[in-house]
């Protein structure tokens, strides 16, 4: 039981270091480009992967481990 959440704290770990990258990475991009308008686009790039953790959480807590 133990190990599940092991397991689950380091993929939570990969996606969070990912995510940032990856923003980073998309800023990096859009500066390079001349994108003034960079702010918007790296926040909801991060935003989504946090808003579809979230949701995947709640489907899993309420469907797969049967809390109310």
């Known amino acids: 039981m133990v ?5 689950s704290f380091i993929n939570l ?3 969070i270091i990912i995510t940032s990258l990856v923003s980073v990475l ?3 991009l859009n500066l390079r480009a001349g994108n ?3 702010w918007w686009p790296s926040f909801f790039l991060g935003m989504s992967t946090g808003g579809w953790m ?3 959480l709640m489907y899993m807590m309420l ?3 049967g809390m109310t």
Do not use: M, S
Not at 3 to 7: E, N, Q, T, V, Y
């Open 3 to 7: 190990g599940a959440f092991i397991f």
């Open 13 to 15: 770990q990969q996606l």
């Open 26 to 28: 998309f800023t990096y």
């Open 36 to 38: 003034w308008k960079w």
């Open 54 to 56: 979230f949701v995947y």
């Open 63 to 65: 469907v797969q481990f």
